[in-house]
């Protein structure tokens, strides 16, 4: 909603300010010089991006216009459950959960929350992870850089659609350029005419500069932008978790661990401390 909010005002702003200076409306519908930017914009963008980028691309805009996103109820989901496994596996030992991560849905202490059940990435993010803690092989420091490997890769691939939709936005300029070129062109073969007829040329070549340039400062980019916050925000969740199991496998209490992955949290998000522990007595 707030993407369509802002979409609402840079079109206000520019086309009523266009309306206001007593330009006409009319003038700036050239469907020709559209086609031109946009077929050769999303031919470059298909050219340069594999299929699965392209694919994340629409699931990433969906994303962003619904507006979805982890919220400070779903992260308490998330310390609660940490907390019940690190508690079991502390006072009955680490093979008490084998049952609980290996199943998780069957698991009685899972489905308590449907929240992480239903993120199937963050569940084998937590699933995978504590396996690799019970076995016991492996140090904390080991550790901590197997799981920023693993939320790294998981960014990079995130912030995919991100850089491609900049490339495009970056190139939308270039393409308006040349349709204003293409309209130039049509201007110079209709020399001898009307000059009314020259005007409508030289205005429809001027809009190809206009159409780029809007379309890439007022809304592609702006979007790229979104998107990559989106996909910094999400790693949020794993870093939550990633720093909880580190407290853990260090000797801290479960309590005091899940505090660890409070901490972690942005202020918007971050639950206080009574809130966490109302909302795990709860559970």
């Not at 992480?116 to 993010?125: A, E, K, M, S, V």
Request: aromatic share 8%.
């Amino acid at each position: 909603m707030a993407i369509i909010f802002g979409y609402i005002i840079v079109c206000a702003s520019v086309f009523g300010g266009f309306v206001l200076s007593h330009g006409e409306m009319a003038t700036l519908w050239q469907p020709f010089e559209l086609l031109i930017i946009g077929g050769a914009a999303l031919g470059a963008f298909i050219v340069a991006n594999p299929l699965h980028v392209i694919k994340g691309v629409g699931r990433a805009i969906g994303a962003a216009f619904s507006g979805k996103h982890h919220s400070q109820e779903a992260f308490m989901d998330l310390l609660a459950l940490l907390y019940e496994l690190f508690n079991k596996s502390r006072r009955n030992g680490l093979m008490a959960i084998e049952e609980d991560i290996e199943g998780p849905e069957s698991s009685e202490l899972f489905l308590r929350y449907p929240r992480i059940l239903q993120d199937q990435t963050l569940l084998d993010f937590i699933c995978d992870y504590l396996r690799i803690i019970s076995t016991g092989n492996l140090s904390a420091f080991e550790l901590e850089s197997l799981m920023d490997q693993d939320i790294e890769t998981s960014l990079e691939e995130a912030e995919a659609p991100a850089g491609a939709l900049s490339q495009v936005a970056d190139a939308l300029p270039g393409f308006g350029i040349v349709a204003a070129v293409m309209g130039i062109v049509i201007t110079m073969k209709s020399l001898g005419g009307p000059p009314e007829e020259l005007g409508l040329h030289v205005a429809a070549a001027l809009v190809g500069t206009f159409l780029g340039i809007l379309l890439a400062y007022g809304f592609v980019s702006p979007l790229s932008s979104s998107i990559e916050h989106r996909a910094k925000e999400s790693m949020k969740v794993f870093e939550c978790a990633k720093t909880c199991m580190l407290a853990t496998v260090n000797g801290i209490p479960p309590q005091l661990a899940v505090e660890f992955g409070r901490k972690t949290l942005y202020s918007n998000e971050r639950p206080t401390f009574t809130e966490l522990e109302e909302h795990i007595r709860g559970r």
